[in-house]
């Protein structure tokens, strides 16, 4: 194999990745990049999930770029409206043609002796080895593995007659129309699943086994129509966008603040939306307090509409076993169903299981601690674009992205070829790097790195804090090590000077 080089190399070419590469062009132009993409079109989670219903579970003018305005009047948008978005903007910029698509990569090592990563991919359905180097690889592949979702293991599942699709892979050609269908799992998924499925199915039961906090927001936003229709294009999306910003960030403090007094606002507003006479202390009234676990979406009440309607239900019971025909309940009764949709989560798996290799030695990331949640401790030349649990996805990677160029345009003016984030305050402690009680986070923690008790090591989820640390922190900050030269480990010999 020969390998090709580059400056910079992006893994996964879906929002983070298209972000990436904007501003590596934009603040870097003299670096030299290129995408890998291991599937065979770009959009990463928007290409991915195909489920009917599949939308944003946050506002666009968030999620979207910050420069390049959106546009559709919805603010909660549909998959396909946000995958063109993404395809959009990756041609307006020229970025698709730097994507190499169907190339997995599989492993990664980086060599102090030459300051480089030699990174191996397996390209197309042959899986053909191919091999990269770079000087600074960048990790835009998400948090979790494409190849599979999370399945519990229920007694009986063998005895059902009709299928059990999970969403992440859901078929094209499932016939549900007219007919009686289980979705297991009451988290983002399920809660946008339910009320499309609703409009064809017979009837749709949602089956939780504990409440989730759901909230309804219009699905368009009228001051954001207003200031569109008032401001140039640029200007109105930069309003908006901080004003959803500001206010989310309110709310969330205000919740883990008060946590009691909000618990008890979001289950009235439910109770608007369902009548009096709907059971919401049962069905949804979570047993944690507000933002342990995300908040679930539903744009314009649909779910709630669904109910009413009579068109979908929930159950809130645990699985006692299948059934050739449903599902029998530990509560004793039965749900008929011809199709069972298991919403059940995802796998989290940084990085989609590449191997990682420092001079020899494998990583082991639950070994590592996080800094500023975007690089990793004794990880060098090395970042990943890593989204907020509370706030949309982009508004971290953006901020990821553009302290990387900071990084890269620093070192290129100080001569390094080496960054590398150093553990060496004695009184750091490690703590968990993520506080979620949601059991997707809680399956994966042992394989995660850990964050620190104070920054540069801590994750404070925070936009404003983060913009003013990423933007104007210092880049030499006493805890990342800079090398102007290549050096070889112990035992080996060093090119100083190159």
């Given at each position: 194999m020969t390998a090709d080089h580059v400056d910079v190399l992006i893994v996964g070419a879906g929002l983070s990745g298209i972000a990436a590469a904007y501003y590596l062009q934009t603040r870097c132009p003299g670096q030299r990049y290129a995408i890998l993409e291991g599937r065979a079109a770009s959009g990463g989670t928007w290409d991915l999930f195909r489920y009917p219903g599949v939308r944003s579970d946050s506002d666009?003018?968030?999620?979207?770029?910050?420069?390049?305005?959106w546009h559709n009047p919805k603010a909660i948008a549909d998959g396909p409206s946000i995958l063109a978005y993404i395809r959009e903007t990756a041609a307006a910029y020229g970025i698709d043609r730097q994507i190499r698509f169907n190339h997995r990569v599989v492993r990664a090592e980086w060599s102090s002796a030459d300051a480089r990563w030699t990174v191996e991919a397996e390209r197309g359905p042959a899986a053909?080895?191919?091999?990269?180097?770079?000087?600074?690889?960048?990790?835009?592949?998400?948090?979790?593995?494409?190849?599979?979702?999370?399945?519990p293991e229920w007694p009986g599942v063998e005895q059902f007659a009709g299928p059990i699709i999970h969403p992440q892979h859901w078929p094209p050609d499932l016939e549900y129309a007219g007919k009686q269908v289980v979705v297991i799992g009451s988290g983002a998924t399920a809660v946008t699943l339910v009320p499309a499925l609703a409009q064809n199915a017979a009837h749709v039961t949602m089956l939780q086994r504990?409440?989730?906090y759901i909230v309804a927001q219009p699905a368009e936003d009228r001051l954001a129509a207003w200031l569109r229709r008032r401001l140039p294009s640029r200007l109105a999306h930069g309003v908006i966008r901080w004003i959803y910003v500001l206010t989310s960030m309110v709310y969330y403090h205000l919740m883990r603040w008060q946590p009691a007094l909000t618990?008890?606002?979001?289950?009235?507003?439910?109770?608007?939306?369902?009548?009096?006479?709907?059971?919401v202390e049962t069905h949804f009234t979570p047993r944690y307090n507000p933002w342990d676990e995300r908040l679930c979406l539903v744009p314009d009440g649909d779910l709630f509409a669904a109910i009413n309607a009579?068109?979908?239900?929930?159950?809130?019971?645990?699985?006692?076993?299948?059934?050739?025909?449903?599902?029998?309940?530990?509560?004793?009764?039965?749900?008929?169903?011809?199709?069972?949709?298991?919403?059940?989560?995802?796998?989290?798996?940084?990085?989609?299981?590449?191997?990682?290799?420092?001079d020899g030695r494998?990583?082991?990331?639950?070994?590592?601690?996080?800094?500023?949640?975007?690089?990793?401790?004794?990880?060098?030349?090395f970042a990943a674009a890593i989204g907020y649990t509370n706030a949309s996805w982009t508004?971290?990677?953006?901020?990821?992205?553009?302290?990387?160029?900071?990084l890269l345009n620093h070192m290129d003016q100080q001569g390094y070829v080496q960054c590398s984030p150093r553990k060496t305050d004695p009184t750091l402690t490690e703590e968990p790097v993520l506080s979620f009680t949601s059991g997707y986070v809680q399956r994966a923690l042992p394989s995660l790195p850990r964050q620190g008790s104070r920054r540069p090591w801590k994750l404070y989820q925070n936009y404003l804090l983060d913009m003013i640390a990423f933007r104007f922190g210092k880049?030499?900050?006493g805890t990342m090590e800079f090398r102007r030269h290549r050096y070889a480990p112990r035992g080996a010999t060093a090119e100083e000077g190159q």
């Open positions: 666009m003018y968030t999620l979207g770029y910050s420069f390049r305005p053909e080895p191919v091999r990269l180097t770079c000087a600074f690889l960048y990790m835009c592949s998400g948090y979790y593995t494409y190849d599979r979702g999370y399945t504990s409440p989730t618990k008890r606002s979001l289950i009235k507003l439910v109770r608007a939306q369902l009548g009096p006479a709907y059971d009579g068109t979908a239900s929930v159950v809130t019971d645990h699985i006692a076993s299948f059934t050739p025909a449903g599902i029998r309940l530990r509560s004793g009764a039965e749900l008929a169903a011809d199709v069972v949709v298991t919403a059940t989560g995802l796998v989290l798996k940084l990085f989609h299981g590449v191997q990682l290799v420092v494998p990583v082991e990331l639950s070994q590592t601690m996080s800094y500023k949640g975007m690089m990793f401790s004794d990880i060098p030349n508004l971290k990677c953006e901020l990821v992205a553009r302290y990387v160029c900071r880049v030499d900050d």
